[in-house]
């Protein structure tokens, strides 16, 4: 339950609100928040980051809740600032056509752990209308985020930093959340790379790179022996590895000689 006019905590939206100031001067303080600068936030709770952004000069400040009786209850407490406009939905169900007017965005977000991943897939896709962000996710998410290659390396690390740069920065601790999650948590910047390289034929070529993946400690010849690709011009060498050992580069490459 929470103290704040006794709403309770809801397990099916995986609210744990933070509680660490020093975390929350850390978001704001990583990104470049100017005058008019147009922010979104991703599930407000109890307005505990809403409060800061609405100290920076930002021109206006979009925050996204689920729960209606949150989103009230920070509609009572800052909703005399006209920078401020709060929608009661679900920001996977959010036609982001409506962020065209104001870009660039900035988003600064606690993510709900539960949907995180098709939350970086709706940023992907709407990678155009972003200038950066600053999220908190689960540590081991952040982890498989950033790495190059070796264990935790696989289809999200290769996505995610084909599309954006991203930088690991503070390792938070439960103790930080009220509820405490199970978890720890990181906080991640992003920030969305310019002139990316065109993958032919995308869709599919991202379907290849899961099929490597499939069993990350067989080898890429027992992942793709028994899928529609031929392997025959790929050499022996090559098929021999683990595609934990393989650079976007490595893919790419293998990707011109099987699409041909």
């Known amino acids: 339950m929470s103290d704040s006019k006794k709403i309770r905590f809801k397990k099916k939206f995986g609210q744990h609100f933070l509680r660490d100031r020093s975390i929350v001067k850390e978001i704001i303080e990583t990104v470049d928040i100017k005058k008019g600068s147009s922010i979104f936030e991703i599930g407000c709770g109890d307005g505990f980051l809403t409060r800061e952004i609405l100290k920076t000069p930002a021109g206006r400040v ?70 950066e962000g600053v999220v908190m996710v689960q540590e081991e998410v ?28 503070s390792k938070i601790s439960p103790d930080s959340f009220y509820p405490k999650p199970k978890v720890y948590s990181r906080l991640l910047y992003f920030k969305p790379k310019v002139d990316i390289k065109p993958i032919e034929d995308e869709q599919a070529f991202w379907k290849f790179i899961k ?31 683990r595609a934990q050992q393989l650079s976007m580069d490595d893919f790419l490459k293998l990707w011109g000689l099987i699409r041909n």
Request: aromatic residues 16%.
């Open 142 to 169: 952040a982890q498989k985020i950033v790495k190059k290659s070796g264990r935790g390396y696989g289809f999200p690390s290769l996505f995610f930093q084909y599309y954006f740069d991203w930088k690991l920065l």
């Open 62 to 131: 979009w925050v996204f809740e689920i729960d209606p009786e949150w989103a009230q209850q920070v509609k009572e407490k800052f909703g005399d600032d006209p920078r401020l406009e709060i929608f009661i939905e679900n920001i996977l169900d959010v036609n982001f056509a409506r962020f065209a007017s104001f870009t660039p965005w900035t988003l600064l977000a606690n993510l709900p752990y539960k949907i995180t991943f098709p939350i970086l897939h709706l940023l992907q896709r709407n990678r155009d209308l972003l200038k």
């Open 211 to 241: 099929i490597c993946f499939r069993q990350p400690r067989r080898t890429l010849k027992n992942n793709l022996i028994q899928s529609h690709y031929s392997i025959d011009k790929m050499s022996e060498e090559i098929l021999l590895l």
